[in-house]
């Protein structure tokens, strides 16, 4: 399972509309913080507010804002509207096509176990959380660059 640049992408737009609570931010200030491209953006944008996570605002001051706190999205809502299923096989997940090998396969088991290992992280860590993260990353980076010897 890779998550894709769209669902990357993603996170950080929230991060980004989490991290300015109550402003209502338009799509050219979030592509240029985040360095993503704005049609890229609009395509993104588009999902998450389908999905009900963002609401857009119309108009001149309009722009995107989060319809929650950061704390109630978690991670795997985020990727799930994104990405779809997050199932490392096919044969598991919401829309598993049916095998008729499951009752005797033995590798389902260790993606079973990945899977809920997968789960169990995003849906157990939040925007908040990641915001958090950031801030303490932020706090702890000195601004002199990093060199790799």
Avoid at 24 to 51: F, G
Avoid at 65 to 78: A, D, F, R, T
Avoid at 81 to 88: D, M, R, T, V, W
Avoid at 133 to 138: S, T, Y
């Amino acid at each position: 399972m890779t998550i894709s640049t769209r669902g990357r992408y993603a996170l950080r737009i929230m991060m980004e509309l989490g991290g300015r609570p109550g402003e209502t931010v338009k799509v050219k200030e979030i592509a240029a913080k985040q360095c993503i491209s704005e049609k890229y953006m609009e395509q993104i944008i588009a999902v998450l507010n389908k999905a009900g996570l963002v609401r857009s605002i119309r108009g001149a001051q309009g722009g995107y804002q989060l319809v929650k706190e950061p704390k109630e999205y978690s991670v795997g809502m985020v990727l799930r509207a994104i990405e779809g299923s997050l199932a490392p096989v096919e044969c598991l997940g919401d829309n598993a096509l049916p095998c008729d090998r499951t009752s005797r396969c033995a590798t389902v088991e260790i993606y079973k176990r990945i899977y809920e290992a997968v789960n169990s992280v995003i849906d157990n860590t939040t925007v908040q959380d990641l915001l958090d993260i950031e801030k303490q990353k932020c706090s702890d980076y000195d601004g002199a660059p990093e060199y790799i010897i």
